[in-house]
């Protein structure tokens, strides 16, 4: 099992929609969780992070995190086909003490015009 | 700069040969990471340093791979005697404090291929 699960993809959704990206975990240790948007050829782009249980906004991204499940998502409402990316779910690793990021494979994201 | 630079952008090298790549972190970034991105996949992380501490070195692949930040600012991933698989993108995070908790930010990364 992989410390960091996501599902590939790609998600495609028309513009408009809400687009909901999936992350789980395994290190129930873990303290900290980020989403990151990279664009093919950039470099992760940090959106949300969220530290406790329950929604964190932040304009059209919302944040959710549910500790007990070891799971974390993001909405993307009303999508834009400048949201077509790659979505990396990246967890603080729980026992260590040096916050390095334990990242998912990443998740594509279409968003169709 | 206002971000993480990173250089070279493009790197090729062939195997066997010895290649340096650096990291300027955002000015005050007392911690900084450096990752490893193949194609397809997220990034692995590869080693830590706080100021010009490497605390943790634990992903670094092979006694090949090297990292220094001699006086807490700018850090050099040394690779020696490259091989194939060592073809990807290095990428070079940097935050404000450590450890955990803190939001790293990115560079554009140094693309290695080896011939």
């Known amino acids: 099992q992989k410390e960091v699960e996501q599902n590939s993809g790609p998600l495609s959704v028309p513009e408009g929609a809400i687009a909901s990206l999936n992350c789980t975990y395994s290190?129930?240790?873990?303290?900290?969780f980020f989403w990151y948007r990279q664009y093919s050829g950039k470099s992760p782009e940090l959106i949300m992070s969220i530290y406790s249980n329950g929604d964190k906004e932040d304009g059209r991204f919302t944040a959710q995190l549910n500790k007990a499940s070891q799971y974390v998502s993001l909405l993307i409402r009303d999508s834009q086909p400048s949201d077509s990316a790659t979505y990396l779910c990246a967890v603080g690793h729980g026992s260590s003490n040096t916050g390095k990021l334990i990242f998912g494979q990443g998740t594509t994201l279409q968003v169709k015009p | 700069g206002a971000g993480v630079s990173q250089s070279p952008r493009y790197k090729v090298a062939k195997r066997g040969q010895d290649v340096a790549l650096r990291c300027d972190p955002i000015s005050g970034h007392v911690s900084l990471f450096w990752y490893q991105q193949a194609l397809g996949q997220g990034p692995e992380f590869l080693t830590y340093?706080?100021?010009?501490?490497?605390?943790?070195k634990s992903g670094l692949p092979s006694d090949r791979f090297f990292a220094e930040r001699p006086e807490g600012s700018v850090s050099t991933l040394k690779i020696q005697r490259t091989q194939q698989e060592d073809s990807a993108v290095y990428l070079c995070?940097?935050?404000?404090?450590?450890?955990?908790?803190?939001?790293?930010?990115f560079g554009d990364g140094t693309r290695l291929s080896i011939l």
């Open positions: 290190d129930r240790g873990s303290q900290s």
């Open positions: 340093f706080q100021n010009e501490a490497q605390l943790d």
């Open positions: 995070a940097s935050s404000l404090v450590g450890p955990n908790n803190q939001p790293q930010h």
